[in-house]
Structures are given as C-alpha cells and as structure tokens.
C-alpha cells in the first residue's frame, strides 16, 4: 500500500511531468535542494535572473553566479546539457526508467512524450549513462558474496555451408554481495584470466566469501578468497545447500534477461554496458521508493556528459 509521503511526491513527479515551469522547479529542488550552486565553480553565491519589468523568471530559467560572473541553467553540467527536449518530458522518461522493473524502451517512450524515435533513444542513452559511475567504483564488495556469467544477445545460428555454429551472443559477468550492491561487466570472453580480472576490480579478498556454480573456470579461486570458495552443482539440479547459492546473481540476471526479451527485444554490444548500468541502477536502489529513485537518478546525472560522437563511439565499460 502506497503511503501518503509516497503518495504526495508521485504527485509532484505526475505535475512536473506536465509543466515546463514545475519540471524546472522540480529538477532544481532534486537536484541542488535548498542550495542552488554553480556547475562549473561551485560556489553557492548565486541568483535568479528575473525579468525587471515583471519581476518573472528568464524564459531559459537561468541563474547568474557572482564569483564566475556566468550564466547557468539546471541542464548545465548534467546529461540534460544541449538538448532541446523540454524538461518536462526529460521528467518523464526519467520517471518510466526509475518506475519500469524491466526498463521502458525508446519507442515507447517516443509514443509517450511525442518525440523522434531518434530524440528518443539518445534521451534513454543519456538516462541510461547517467544511472552508471562517474567512473569505475574503487569501492570493492566484501561479506558473501556471489559470481556467475551469462550470455546476452540472440540464440546460436547454423551455418549450412561451413557445419559450423556461431552465436552473436555476448558474455556478461556478475557479481552482488548479498542485501548488498550488484556490479556487471561486459567481457569479451570468458576464461579463467577474464574471471580473475573481473573479480579483483569488484570484490575485496579480505573477508570475502565467494559462491559461484560448478564452472571449472572458478576452481583456481579456491584459496584466494579468506572466507572460502563454495560451489553448488547445478549439472545434479542442486541449486540450494545450506547458505550456498548462486541465486542471488541468478536473480539479477533473470531481470536483465526479461527486459531483453520482453521490452529492448535487440540490444547491440556497443551500448550493452549502458544497459547494464540501468539494470544495477534499479537494483541497488531496489529498497528504494520510485520518487526516491528518481531523485537518486537526477543527483546521479550530475557532472555526467554524453555527446552524440560519444554515443556513436566504443563502448569502454
């Protein structure tokens, strides 16, 4: 059951879905609270422009900072910088993809704020980008904690001619500490050195419990980790004994699967680290209420820029 605090800021989000004034408003009051600062210096001396003769806000809801002496909107510094989209329909995709278990695809959200397929899709890119880390978290997960792989992309074809298969199918390695956070990584292939390498950017080896599947490629980690290294043998249909499990990340892949299937239907491997970002995003914000998760995701936006060229360019996650 919705409680009235929930109640009332989803009424908020609904209203600055629909107002360009109340959009501004709102992603100010997300984003900087009672304290509205520059974007490029950081000072806290700064004020609104208003009109002199009505005393009513700049048409572009700009600011002024005193100790820069530059102009600034809630766009600048963010994923919302040099776009032409209205705010309010910024709002609202931000809302679908924080509201969306599954995730909202672009078209749907063409359909729904009445833009280009094209406008739509950088939007949900730079929704997307926002959602990941600035850079890589230094943080490492610690406690218990689970690893597995999996396969993102469509189902094996068969050459003919050659009677040979191939499979477009791109590995995904995960890893999440349980009532904890979940990280993914988009490898190019899965090996042992991969795994290992993998590991030691996410998980801390002090203190650390490692549980994954039978795969012999986790059997070199059976001393590195101080808690140990379990298994569970899912070749026999054992995927519970005891604590020891791999459904957690099973779990986590499951939605990511899902919202592959059932809302992006195609997702290329250039972009499949943005995906992913989503997908972690809404996961370890999961205790989180939407409009919670909505704030967390505009503070997220914060300092991030995507450009068309980087858009179009290599994934580097």
Excluded at 64 to 87: N, Q
Excluded at 158 to 181: C, I, L, M, N
Excluded at 184 to 204: C, F, I, M, P
Aim: glycine share 6%; proline share 3%; aromatic share 10%.
């Amino acid at each position: 059951m919705t409680s009235k605090s929930e109640h009332d800021a989803l009424e908020v989000v609904r209203l600055a879905a629909q107002s360009e004034d109340r959009a501004v408003e709102f992603l100010e009051a997300s984003r900087w609270g009672d304290s509205p600062a520059c974007p490029r210096c950081g000072s806290v001396g700064v004020y609104m422009v208003k009109d002199a003769k009505t005393g009513a806000r700049n048409k572009d809801y700009r600011w002024r900072c005193r100790d820069c002496d530059r102009f600034f909107t809630v766009r600048t510094g963010s994923v919302l910088e040099e776009t032409r989209i209205p705010l309010h329909k910024w709002v609202h995709a931000l809302w679908r993809s924080c509201a969306s278990k599954k995730g909202v695809s672009a078209l749907q959200i063409k359909r729904e704020i009445d833009v280009s397929y094209e406008s739509a899709l950088f939007l949900m890119h730079r929704i997307r980008f926002a959602m990941g880390p600035v850079e890589p978290d230094k943080s490492k997960l610690k406690g218990t904690v689970e690893a597995d792989e999996t396969y993102v992309g469509g189902k094996p074809r068969f050459d003919a001619y050659h009677r040979e298969k191939w499979s477009s199918k791109t590995p995904v390695f995960g890893v999440v500490q349980r009532d904890g956070e979940v990280r993914y990584e988009v490898l190019t292939k899965v090996n042992s050195k991969n795994l290992r390498a993998a590991l030691d950017r996410h998980v801390q080896r002090n203190g650390t419990r490692l549980m994954t599947d039978q795969s012999p490629l986790y059997k070199a980690f059976d001393k590195t980790y101080e808690g140990g290294h379990d298994t569970v043998n899912h070749s026999v249909h054992e995927y519970v004994r005891g604590d020891v499990s791999s459904n957690t990340i099973e779990s986590c892949f499951a939605l990511i699967k899902r919202g592959i299937y059932g809302t992006f239907h195609s997702v290329s491997d250039k972009h499949l680290h943005r995906y992913l970002s989503e997908f972690s995003f809404r996961w370890n914000t999961r205790k989180a209420d939407d409009a919670t998760r909505l704030t967390s995701a505009i503070k997220a936006a914060d300092g991030k820029r995507l450009t068309y060229s980087d858009q179009l360019g290599k994934r580097t996650a």
